[in-house]
């Protein structure tokens, strides 16, 4: 089996700290935009890499919540039609709370997705404002009540800390008010600056200042621990499920295994060899070029030799609470971690917790995460 990811790069208005591929949304391109996901998909037999039925199948971007249930719609079709689906997929679509309504959020339930995940991000107004969020926190409660209405029972909510000018308390606050709302799922994530973006530019000027690494620690660790009082599992370093909630598209990732990435910006992982990389050009004129010159739109990006793939496999497996299994790995390899990266894993030992037959990174060693993987390139 395989996984789909679609991007669909409109928004409404670029968020100040998004640095993803994404274009001002017209009606013209929305029209337009199920058709030449179609066209791509119609490609996909003819190459033979990816097979069905589709596991997993998620929309992201972007707000793919902008696209009409009809346009959804069309877009699984045309996957079932060149891939499969399987009959238990998980299909999530991540939606901004204020593109939703009643009847898109039942369109979408009736078009076969059956995972919604919220870019809610924070519940309190005025963290909501400094974000440039569209929404604020009536219309963030409002859309929950609405998707479970319409018969969505897994749903996740992405919540945001560290955020410039939030105290412990206020992220607690917010802790409470994401609790209270009896997600499924929470995707937390701390405020990064990444490059192009209005946030760097703030940054650079002296305008936004962010918290320290000491409170960038203080606020994960309340996170953490407020959760998982609560129920959740801290499965992923950003990401917290209820059982039988956990994101099965995202662990495609996380696990190394083949997903087929559509539409402009979108990317592609094939086992081939040691693994190779697509990438469709996040120019949405040139992926329709393309597409009506019957041309396939993605191109290779990158091709991984065994030591870049052993590297990517822990890199990978190390995000989450399952870890690497040596025997797997020395399985896939031909040796284990250790034999392979004898220096960095005991660069890491004092942050792994023990787990029989696994590398797994404590909490503490998540906080440190982005500084020990360095070990391994």
Known sequence: ????????????????????????????????????????????????????????VFFGGGTPSLLSAQAVGAVLAAAAQYLGIAAQAEISLEANP?????????????????????GVQSLDAESLQRLGRLHGPAEARRAVAEARAAG?????????????????????????????????????YGLSIEEHTSFHQACARGELLLPDEDTYAAAFNL??????????????????ARPG????????????????????????????????????????????????????????????ERQGA?????????????????????????CTPAQAFPQALRRIASHLRPEPGRLCLGVDGWLLYDHLIEAFF
């Open 1 to 56: 089996m395989s996984s789909l990811y679609i991007h669909v790069p409109f928004c409404r208005r670029k968020c100040p700290y998004c640095d993803f591929f994404s274009v001002a949304a017209t009606p013209a391109h929305l029209e337009a935009y199920a058709d030449l996901l179609a066209a791509q998909l119609r490609w996909v037999p003819r190459e033979g890499f990816f097979h069905g039925p589709l596991a997993t």
């Open 98 to 118: 204020g593109t939703l309504d009643p009847r898109t959020l039942s369109g979408y339930r009736a078009a076969g997705v059956n995972r919604l995940s919220l």
């Open 152 to 188: 969505f029972d897994s749903l996740s909510l992405d919540l945001m800390f560290a955020l410039p000018g939030q105290s412990l308390e206020g992220l607690e606050r917010d802790i409470d008010a994401f609790l209270a709302l009896e997600p499924d799922h929470l995707s937390c």
């Open 223 to 240: 996170v953490h621990a407020r959760l998982t009082v609560a129920g959740f599992e801290h499965y992923e370093i950003s990401n917290y």
């Open 245 to 304: 909630h956990f994101c099965r598209h995202n662990q495609v990732y996380w696990q190394r295994r083949p997903y087929l990435g559509i539409g402009a910006g979108a990317h592609s992982f094939r086992d081939r060899g040691w693994g190779e990389r697509w990438a469709v050009e996040g120019d949405l004129e040139e992926f329709r070029r393309r597409l009506e010159a019957g041309r396939n739109p993605s191109d290779l990006l990158e091709t991984f």
């Open 310 to 334: 052993m590297a990517e496999t822990l890199y990978l497996g190390l995000r989450t609470r399952a870890g690497v299994e040596i025997a797997e790995f020395q399985r896939r390899f031909g």
